[in-house]
């Protein structure tokens, strides 16, 4: 992959005036929130909500696509990263490049992630790559992730959510439904774990589904075999579902797979409005994340969680208990408390299991969601707050790549 041209990108400034606002929005709470304090949380009986429905999106850092809010941890400006031959490059604004022309998938599998990882300072994001290559140090500003951004300021931003595990999504999304993995890289194929949060769900006589597939063209719980195949359905489902308030109790979503980050912004604006004008919505937390970095850059050395994780398979293996880079998470319901959370222990993948688990009273899958960070800490279920009654996001025009 060749060098982008940034000078292009800073030149095209067709619809700049339509993020304005989003833009203005980034200084909000320039302190950090009341919400970052740790929450005591109410008997689960009392939790006012029935619905969590989680929206998966793939391979962009916090930094890459929200380092836009100081307030939530956040940084873009005045980062240098070291390349193969040593020299030092900034990062970069990608402007209104939503196509990221001539752009393939950067390394971002375990392997990749510990060259990334360095030293526990985050300093090789540009090892993994060739020489003039600085995709890795590229980010969105404001105006370029409006449906995002929308919820990102009108709800609750997690400045402190880390992916599951430094490694790829298959890995990532193993710890999201399972609360561990056997499987390594995204080339991995079926996995061996029996028990996943869809058991505990069905042990309880709750409902879930999982809607969507994968790039892949199969939905993630294929992976288990055929045990889940009546949770399935197609992505359009959701939002009929949602607006005719026919929502299970926890709905996993996978994002259509499209070329450019208009594709994640269209689906982020299509879920949410679905929900909001659903009858359930009073009901409903909705969780917004990414499942890992991507290759991106963040300036937030991940933390280490306790996890007893044992693959089975022929060695070698990432550390499990490493937390992958920040991920962008934004947690939406009429009791999120606004602002950003960024002290405290680790949000991760499990932290949505957590909360499920805690909410209905389930069992523990494991070690790792007994241990992980309630997602219910990002919530006041003392009191609602008035919400965005929509999100509308217009796909800018198809530039073309030159």
Known sequence: MGRIDRRDFLRAGAGAAAFAGLAACSTRGASQSPSDEPRA????????????????????????????????GGRQHGLVYRDVDGELHDTWDLGVDVEQCG???LPHQWTDAAVHLGDDDNRGFLLTVGTGDLTPLAYFSARAVPALGRLATSFTTLGN?????????????????????????????????????????????????CYGVGANGQPFVARFGHRYDDLVRPYRALLTDARAGRLPTVAFVEAPVGPDVRTDQTTVAEVFTALRKGPRWERTVFVVHHDQWGGYFDHVPPPKVIDANVNPRPGPHPDYSQLGFRVPCVVASPFSTGGAMVGGNPFEHASILRMIEWRWE????????????????????????????????RPPADRGCR
């Open 103 to 105: 752009g393939t998938a």
């Open 362 to 393: 389930l069992r523990a899958l494991g070690v790792r969601d007994r241990n992980a960070r309630n997602l219910a800490e990002a919530f006041d279920f003392t009191r609602a707050r008035s919400t965005p009654d929509a999100v509308a996001y």
């Open 41 to 72: 949380l109410i008997d689960p009986h009392d939790a006012p909500f029935d619905h969590v429905v989680v929206l998966t999106l793939t391979g962009r850092s916090f930094d890459h696509l929200l380092g836009w809010l100081p307030a939530a």
């Open 161 to 209: 959510y880390f992916a599951s595990v430094n490694a790829g999504s298959v890995p990532n999304r193993m710890y999201l439904h399972a609360g561990a993995t056997d499987l390594d890289t995204d080339e991995d194929g079926a996995s061996d774990i029996r028990a996943t949060i869809w058991d505990r769900l069905r042990a309880a006589d709750l409902t879930g589904r």
